[in-house]
């Protein structure tokens, strides 16, 4: 079992910049893949960034390509998005997950995160 907790959400204008950081408790963080997905109101949570446990591999949504980095601390069971070039559609709330390291299909899948947290708000301001 693995507890996460997601902060450095807030409100931002558009071609601001946020970090988020989540700080994950219980079993061996560096154990764990993490991803970061979003889920704006009305629709389905979705893909935003994926890493493996050793930060070997690295995956993003193509809409979030080249504006957001995700990077991970393992003496400090934290995982990090840095969220560049922010724009009103990425507008959201963020959460982030951990799993075990498996195929890019499930890593950018909810299905392959079986710990969340309870998400951080963004919002992006015109």
């Known amino acids: 079992q693995v507890q996460l907790v997601e902060s450095g959400g807030g409100l931002v204008q558009a071609g601001g910049s946020l970090r988020l950081s989540c700080a994950a408790s219980?079993?061996?963080?560096?154990?764990?893949?993490m991803g970061w997905f979003r889920q704006a109101p009305g629709k389905a949570r979705e893909f935003v960034s994926a890493?493996?446990?050793?930060?070997?591999?690295?995956y993003y949504e193509d809409c979030v390509k080249g504006r957001f980095t995700i990077s991970r601390d393992n003496t400090k069971n934290t995982v990090f998005l840095q969220m560049n070039s922010l724009r009103p559609e990425d507008t959201a709330v963020y959460y982030c997950?951990?799993?075990?390291?498996?195929?890019?299909?499930?890593?950018?899948?909810?299905?392959?995160?079986?710990?969340w947290g309870p998400g951080t708000q963004v919002t992006v301001s015109s």
């Open positions: 997950a951990a799993g075990v390291d498996q195929s890019m299909v499930l890593l950018t899948s909810t299905m392959g995160y079986p710990y």
């Open positions: 219980g079993r061996t963080f560096n154990g764990y893949a």
């Open positions: 890493i493996t446990s050793n930060s070997g591999r690295t």
